[in-house]
């Protein structure tokens, strides 16, 4: 198996970040909200990225903001998955009403842009990362089940699973020890891409003012705090925006090459 | 002889390169320096089990490898030319000119949205051989030696409008309309239904013998070959294991691996006597949901424990409908099924524990019948847990039983259905059957995707089985010498209904309805000029009307 140079170049940019997020209160030169210097400082030996709206460390603030950033985006991910998934496998399986029903709840939720949704509850809810996480996760998992129904309804129609059901097995077994072994390799890789999307969402959420709220960091409400620096020629905004950019491209490659091995759902075992 | 000599391979020598997971890519050797020579106007039969080269070898006629196949070594001289080395716009100029090639399956190679026509014509013109009329005319005369319906305007329908066997023809007539000196047929019958297959090979014959082209036939099936071959050559391993004129591959084989593939239908089967029934199929009507037309018509049949009901008839005549109807899949409209004295719920979701045990199925594809992520231990293991709460040792060992009584042994358990041959998958599949402890297997076709050879051994070691554990099977197959080999009663099966059925010798005696003359009269057999007189008996039969 040999790995192309495009996924390497993600793999590493993407453990660099992962990395980053975990060690942050070890690699981050200054505290998460002390101001240390002038408002808009350019970059320096001291401060590498400069200093933002309120004289703090921008490197030290991207650091703590790829924590958080990361972490609502996996958890939400994660939470889209488990949803979806489940909801999908149990779509294929049961058929009929069953399926029905899960499938127009979930046409009708995608029918409204998830934004203006998201927008609408996080106004009305408390606003604390559990909601946020919640929120987006359950919004991401009408894509995830649609796959995941699609693919399971593909793996539902062969004889081992029509011999599970012969045997007398319980849906779980059918939904978990017959199909979710086979699905799996689809599902990670679109796993990847959901993450990109989660990242971008959160961000989005944030720079509109509905996301991660002061004191936390994260990298949408970097820009959003730094964005009238533009209108001064002030690139401190720029580097928050160029850490996003790089974390959904670096994740894409990776995402991609999966992608592309397992673009066959009856694909062999592949370890 | 020089001058006759049409096709000349020398030392055929064909390499691919394999991928095996988690391993670097290496390469291997699937033809071993082959000699194949045929005179202008002969028939070779290839002959071998898959994986045997001999699709390979016949395509290397053409100079072509299919898959990322490379013709390393040796010569292909077709007229005298080597074409291994030609270049591509050589080679472009002579594949649907000299050489041409009819594939198995008709129906997946002809494009659907054009008319038949067209595509019959299409190398004719693009080579410049003839004029569109001229083509046209060709191909008419081609439709009408090939017996197709209403030859002048068979070419304009499109590829649905015409049965599987139509389209076999007209594949044959696509072939040889350019006139070609060279055809290559690669299982041109195997994927038809023996009623037709018989059909189809007449014609392919007669169209041979009529142009005078020479022709390579590929196939598995030794029987069929016999029919249409001046000479054989069996492939075992991409080697040669045996070559001569027809006659003495079928009535004297040197080789014992040809003896073997000659001897392989000859398995026979005592009948057991009547006796009262354990599974009773009473006037079973059935149709698939949102449709108007009842895919079973009022069935009732009866299986005695320990005994083998063969159920035979052609695609689409309902025999696997039935076993859907048995195991509750496709709840019968009409009718009652019991079993063991107990009435069957119609839905297996209404069965209890015990019927489910009691009642297996094993599937004609191995390959989907098993889950790929999961190892044998697992598959047979789950039954044993799931009806007896088996767990741990006890239950390794007693799927270590079950592996030794298919015959498999030790170091299966922990492999994944990817590392097993697919003579191995099947009898997986019969261990997870046994696992269970059933009182009745239902069969689907489950020697039909195999080799003869392996098919011969999965056909003994079920009949040991039942010996050894009086087990009554349901035989789902439209090969009649399976039936033979292995049945105590049969019902035959067209179009939905039980048009035969009764004890195996009352059904295989005359006087026969139809469609059973019919159906036994079409099964191949290894003998020179069966095909002959099956045709010249059915002449004088319809003359006789």
Redesign the interface.
């Given at each position: 198996m040999r790995i192309p140079v495009s996924a390497l170049i993600g793999m590493i940019l993407t453990a660099g970040f992962v990395l980053a997020a975990i060690f942050a209160d070890i690699i981050a030169p200054y505290p998460l909200d002390a101001i240390l210097g002038g408002v808009w400082e350019a970059p320096s030996a001291k401060h590498w990225f400069g200093t933002d709206s309120i004289g703090r460390d921008i490197l030290s603030r991207l650091i703590y903001g790829g924590q958080i950033t990361i972490f609502v985006a996996l958890a939400a991910s994660l939470l889209a998955f488990s949803i979806g998934s489940f909801f999908g496998f149990l779509a294929a399986v049961q058929g009929g009403w069953t399926d029905q029903i899960l499938s127009r709840v979930c046409d009708l939720m995608m029918a409204i842009p998830s934004l203006i949704v998201a927008l609408v509850m996080l106004s009305v809810l408390p606003l604390n990362l559990t909601v946020l996480i919640l929120v987006m996760g359950v919004l991401d998992s009408t894509r995830v089940f649609r796959l995941a129904r699609a693919v399971a309804m593909d793996i539902a129609v062969m004889e081992y699973v029509e011999a599970a059901k012969l045997r007398g097995e319980r849906q779980g077994w059918v939904i978990f020890r017959e199909i979710l072994p086979n699905a799996l390799s689809p599902l990670v890789a679109e796993f990847g891409l959901r993450f990109i999307f989660a990242v971008l969402f959160i961000s989005t959420l944030s720079f509109l003012g509905l996301g991660v709220q002061p004191p936390l960091a994260d990298w949408g409400g970097m820009v959003k705090e730094n964005k009238d620096g533009l209108t001064y020629g002030k690139a401190a905004a720029m580097v928050p925006a160029f850490a996003i950019a790089l974390l959904a491209i670096s994740v894409n490659l990776v995402a991609d090459w999966v992608l592309s091995r397992t673009s066959s759902l009856k694909g062999g075992r592949g370890g | 002889m020089a001058d006759n000599l049409l096709l000349d391979i020398r030392g055929l020598v064909i390499e691919a390169t394999s991928y095996p997971?988690?391993e670097p890519p290496k390469d291997v050797t699937l033809v071993h320096g082959v000699d194949v020579q045929l005179e202008k106007g002969k028939v070779l039969g290839l002959i071998g089990e898959s994986g045997a080269g001999k699709s390979t070898i016949g395509l290397s006629a053409m100079s072509y490898g299919r898959g990322g196949v490379r013709l390393t070594g040796g010569e292909i001289l077709l007229n005298g030319r080597d074409i291994r080395p030609a270049a591509a716009w050589q080679l472009r100029r002579l594949r649907g000119r000299e050489v041409t090639y009819v594939s198995q399956s008709a129906a997946a190679s002809f494009n659907p949205s054009k008319r038949l026509m067209e595509q019959v014509i299409e190398t004719c013109l693009s080579h410049g051989v003839m004029t569109r009329p001229e083509a046209e005319s060709r191909a008419v005369g081609l439709f009408r030696k090939l017996g197709l319906p209403n030859p002048e305007t068979f070419g304009n329908r499109y590829p649905h409008q015409v049965s599987g066997g139509q389209l076999q023809r007209a594949m044959t007539a696509m072939a040889l309309c350019p006139k070609p000196d060279l055809v290559i047929f690669d299982e041109p019958t195997t994927a038809l239904d023996v009623t037709t297959q018989i059909d189809v090979l007449a014609a392919i014959k007669e169209a041979i013998r009529d142009t005078g082209v020479a022709a390579l036939y590929i196939t598995h099936d030794l029987a069929v070959v016999a029919q249409v071959a001046d000479e054989i050559m069996v492939l075992r391993h991409g080697r040669k294991v045996e070559h001569g004129t027809t006659d003495q591959i079928i009535n004297h084989p040197r080789e014992d691996y040809t003896k073997a593939l000659v001897s392989v239908r000859s398995l026979e089967h005592a009948e057991k006597p009547e006796a009262a029934p354990i599974l009773r199929i009473e006037n079973v009507t059935a149709r698939y949901r949102g449709t108007t037309f009842d895919v079973l018509k009022n069935i009732s049949l009866g299986l005695p424990p320990g005994q083998t009901l063969a159920v035979v008839g052609e695609s689409g005549s309902g025999k696997s409908t039935l076993a859907r109807a048995i195991?509750?899949?496709l709840p019968p409209t009409k009718g009652r099924i019991s079993f063991d004295g107990r009435p069957l719920s119609a839905a297996?979701r209404g069965?209890t524990?015990q019927d489910?045990?009691e009642i297996q199925?094993i599937?004609q594809?191995a390959d989907?019948?098993?889950?790929?992520?999961?190892t044998v231990r697992t598959m047979i293991g789950?039954?044993l847990e799931?009806y007896f709460g088996m767990k741990g040792r006890e239950r390794d060992l007693r799927v270590q039983e079950l592996l030794d009584q298919i015959e498999m042994g030790k170091g299966f358990a922990d492999r994944?259905p990817?590392e097993l041959s697919g003579g191995q998958k099947q009898r997986v599949c019969i261990a997870?059957a046994l696992a269970?402890q059933p009182k009745l297997i239902i069969c689907d076709e489950v020697t039909s995707a195999l080799d003869p050879l392996v098919a011969d051994g999965i056909l003994k070691l079920l009949l040991n089985l039942q010996a050894e554990t009086q087990m009554a099977y349901l035989f789902i197959t439209h090969d009649l010498a399976t039936v033979r080999a292995i049945a105590d009663k049969i019902a035959v099966m067209y179009k939905g209904e039980v048009v035969r059925y009764g004890q195996k010798s009352d059904v295989l005696a005359p006087p026969f309805d139809d469609y059973t003359d019919l159906l036994l009269s079409s099964v191949p057999e290894m003998q020179l000029g069966w095909l002959e007189n099956v045709l010249e008996h059915r002449r004088m039969a319809s003359a006789g009307n």
């Open positions: - | 997971p988690g195991t509750g899949l297996f069965r524990r489910l045990r199925m599937y594809m989907t019948a098993m889950n790929p992520r999961q789950r039954p799931f994944y990817a997870r269970a």
